[in-house]
């Protein structure tokens, strides 16, 4: 059985067994990942992908592309050039299993590109990560509760978040605060002097 994956931009048909250079991935030798962005199997098209499918894979090593020199020179007199090397950076996966169904059950780490700046996650790593909306839920319930503190001229939305996180979340609370010791957040005078009088 083959499949047809997608990854860093290009597409690959591989087959169990099979050694790929791909652009590279975060992951560490020995590691087992999953490209989960499938647009065929065997005689099945996705459209665009492949439901459920997923091709497994582990890492052998990340590795660099022969070097290539990039040359640029522009005739006529005082003319500049320039000339570059560059070796791309890789990573060599051998394919083991090809998942025509429930590859998002298997809980292998997805395969994620090492420029996307997220690090990569078992497929059951989302439900742990329900705390961080709840804090975010409590800081606008906190502000719906409150004054609107972006009523105030330089006060902005992430201003007002801060603030709220602070315990400050009407114009009475702003305007007792003193701006030369209150050190959670950068107050400023001024400010203070329009909560005073947003809160008469």
Do not use: C
Request: glycine share 8%; no cysteine; proline share 4%.
């Amino acid at each position: 059985m083959f499949a047809v994956l997608k990854t860093g931009g290009k597409q690959y048909k591989v087959q169990a067994g099979d050694v790929l250079r791909v652009e590279k991935l975060a992951a560490n030798a020995g590691d087992k990942i999953q490209f989960n962005d499938i647009l065929m199997v065997g005689t099945t098209l996705g459209s665009p992908l492949v439901e459920g499918a997923g091709v497994q894979a582990e890492v052998i090593e990340q590795i660099k592309a022969d070097k290539v020199i990039s040359y640029v020179k522009r005739r006529r007199k005082h003319s500049s050039q320039r000339k570059r090397g560059h070796r791309q950076q890789l990573t060599l996966v051998r394919i083991t299993d090809i998942l025509e169904k429930g590859a998002e059950k298997s809980g292998v780490t997805a395969a994620i590109g090492a420029r996307s700046g997220t690090a990569p996650a078992p497929a059951a790593a989302p439900a742990k990560k329900a705390a961080a909306p709840k804090a975010e839920a409590k800081a606008e319930t906190a502000a719906a509760a409150g004054d609107d503190l972006t009523a105030i001229n330089g006060v902005g939305p992430a201003m007002q978040k801060k603030l709220v996180e602070a315990g400050i979340t009407t114009y009475a609370d702003l305007a007792k605060v003193d701006p030369e010791t209150f050190e959670a957040v950068n107050v400023k005078p001024e400010w203070v002097e329009e909560a005073k009088t947003l809160a008469k």
